[in-house]
C-alpha cells in the first residue's frame, strides 16, 4: 500500500509518528533455527500492514526521495521490530510512494516473537527482494539457541535464508560506507538440549529402581 501525499506539508514532528502503509518487507527477519531460517514463518507476516516509526530526529529529503531517521530509531509492524542508531529510507513518488530501500546501521536489532537477531547493518532491497544483514550477526532465540556469523542473507522470492562467515559490507554509496573485501570466517552457534529426567519414563511415571 502506498502513502497519500497531502496538500499541505506535515511538521517534523507529525511525520516521525506518522503510520506508513508501505509495504515493509521486515517479515524476512524472522529468524528460527540455524543455517536456514523458518521459512514458512517469513511467509504468514504481513508485510502490506501498517508501519510505526519514531526516531530523536527525523529529516525528509524531497529532491533524492529519501527520509534519515537518527537516534534511537524504532520501527514497528505487527509483531515485527527493528532498532538502529540511523536509517535511510529510499522511495520513488510517481503517483504514490514505492519503498525502494532501506538501510539501517549501528546496533540494528530485529526481533520478532521470542527471536531476536543484531548486526551492525542491515539493507532491504525491496526490488530485489532480498534482505542481507552484516557485521557481527547474532541470532538469538528465548530456548537458548544462538548463531553467529558475518552475513545473513534472506531472499523473499523463495523464503530461503543463509549464514555465513564472510565479512563484507553492503554496496559503495550506502549509509554504511564504501565496500570491504569479503574475508572468509566461520559460523558458530549453540544448540540448547532438553535435559531428560532419567527418574521417569517416556509416558512420565516414575521408573523403579532394580
Same mark, same amino acid.
Given at each position: 500500500?502506498?502513502?497519500?501525499?497531502?496538500?499541505?506539508?506535515?511538521?517534523?514532528?507529525?511525520?516521525?509518528?506518522?503510520?506508513?502503509?508501505?509495504?515493509?518487507?521486515?517479515?524476512?527477519?524472522?529468524?528460527?533455527?540455524?543455517?536456514?531460517?523458518n521459512a514458512?514463518?517469513?511467509?504468514?507476516?504481513?508485510?502490506?500492514?501498517?508501519?510505526?516509526?519514531?526516531?530523536?530526529?527525523?529529516?525528509?529529503?524531497?529532491?533524492?526521495?529519501?527520509?534519515?531517521l537518527t537516534?534511537?530509531?524504532?520501527?514497528?509492524?505487527?509483531?515485527?521490530?527493528?532498532?538502529?542508531?540511523?536509517?535511510?529510507?529510499?522511495?520513488?513518488?510517481?503517483?504514490?510512494?514505492?519503498?525502494?530501500?532501506?538501510?539501517?546501521?549501528?546496533?540494528? #536489532?530485529?526481533?520478532?516473537?521470542?527471536?531476536? *537477531? %543484531? $548486526?551492525? +547493518?542491515?539493507?532491504?532491497?525491496?526490488? @530485489?527482494?532480498i534482505i =542481507?544483514?552484516?557485521?557481527?550477526?547474532?541470532?538469538?532465540?528465548?530456548?537458548?539457541?544462538?548463531?553467529?556469523?558475518?552475513?545473513?542473507?534472506?531472499?523473499?522470492?523463495?523464503?530461503?535464508?543463509?549464514?555465513?562467515?564472510? #565479512?563484507?559490507?553492503?554496496?559503495?554509496?550506502? *549509509? %554504511? $560506507?564504501? +565496500?570491504?573485501?569479503?574475508?572468509?570466517? @566461520?559460523?558458530?552457534? =549453540?544448540?540448547?538440549?532438553?535435559?531428560?529426567?532419567?527418574?521417569?519414563?517416556?509416558?512420565?511415571?516414575?521408573?523403579?529402581?532394580?
Amino acid at each position: 500500500m502506498s502513502v497519500r501525499p497531502t496538500t499541505a506539508r506535515p511538521t517534523t514532528s507529525t511525520l516521525a509518528r506518522r503510520s506508513l502503509f508501505w509495504g515493509f518487507a521486515l517479515s524476512a527477519a524472522v529468524l528460527a533455527g540455524a543455517g536456514a531460517l523458518n521459512a514458512a514463518a517469513i511467509a504468514s507476516h504481513n508485510s502490506e500492514a501498517p508501519v510505526d516509526f519514531s526516531a530523536d530526529h527525523m529529516e525528509l529529503q524531497d529532491k533524492q526521495k529519501r527520509v534519515l531517521l537518527t537516534g534511537n530509531v524504532d520501527i514497528t509492524q505487527e509483531e515485527l521490530r527493528l532498532k538502529a542508531d540511523r536509517t535511510l529510507m529510499t522511495y520513488t513518488d510517481n503517483d504514490k510512494l514505492t519503498l525502494q530501500r532501506i538501510e539501517a546501521t549501528g546496533n540494528v #536489532v530485529v526481533t520478532r516473537q521470542d527471536e531476536r *537477531a %543484531a $548486526g551492525d +547493518v542491515a539493507v532491504y532491497d525491496f526490488n @530485489r527482494k532480498i534482505i =542481507t544483514m552484516v557485521g557481527h550477526v547474532a541470532l538469538r532465540r528465548a530456548q537458548g539457541d544462538t548463531l553467529n556469523g558475518g552475513r545473513l542473507v534472506i531472499d523473499l522470492n523463495t523464503g530461503i535464508s543463509s549464514i555465513d562467515g564472510h #565479512v563484507s559490507a553492503p554496496p559503495s554509496g550506502t *549509509a %554504511a $560506507g564504501p +565496500v570491504t573485501t569479503a574475508r572468509p570466517g @566461520r559460523v558458530s552457534g =549453540t544448540f540448547v538440549v532438553p535435559k531428560k529426567d532419567d527418574k521417569k519414563d517416556s509416558k512420565g511415571t516414575a521408573t523403579p529402581k532394580p
